[in-house]
């Protein structure tokens, strides 16, 4: 039993801590208004001003993310607008490309035609040119012909007729062979 009687003398002295004293009572309320006073005439202003401050700072950081996200929203509409320019710029360039691609093919086909006529009637001319060039001088030569064979038939002997038609029969194989 010795152990109780420890254990009831820690209990009565522990109770005293926790049952307070009214002279304790009222110097814990004295020291804490002075406390409460200093704290209030030093410190809670400043750290008022502080918070006041830091919510302040709070506050303009979200505007500034706020008018951020609006500025990035403008700039989005902004870029989706020059890529929509950008687009139909292309296709208006394309679409101006093929048109003078088609352009220039035409004139390559019109020109390839207008040279192939020219050549066309330079040929036809050339062959007429040639042409004639042979005319004459077949004539030229059937002219020396008949002189030539006028010529021979009148060194013969015009008394002589079979003679002179042998001679023309052989002038005109002669002729034919040529």
Known sequence: ????V???????????????NPGTIVWMLIIFGIVLFI??????????NALKDREESIAQALNSAEEAKKEVAGLKADNDRIIAEARQEKNIILKEAKEIKDKIIAEAKEKATEE????????????????TAAINDLKKQVAELSVMIAEKVIRKE?????EQEKMVDGLIDDIKLN
């Not at 420890?6 to 307070?20: C, H």
């Open 6 to 20: 420890a254990f009831n003398r820690l209990k009565t002295e522990s109770m005293g801590l926790v049952t307070p």
């Open 1 to 4: 039993m010795p152990g109780f």
């Open 158 to 162: 015009l008394s002589n007729k079979t």
């Open 39 to 48: 704290l209030r005439k030093f410190a809670w202003k400043p750290i008022l």
């Open 116 to 131: 192939t006529n020219k050549s066309i009637v330079l040929a036809k001319q050339q062959i007429e040119t040639e042409k």
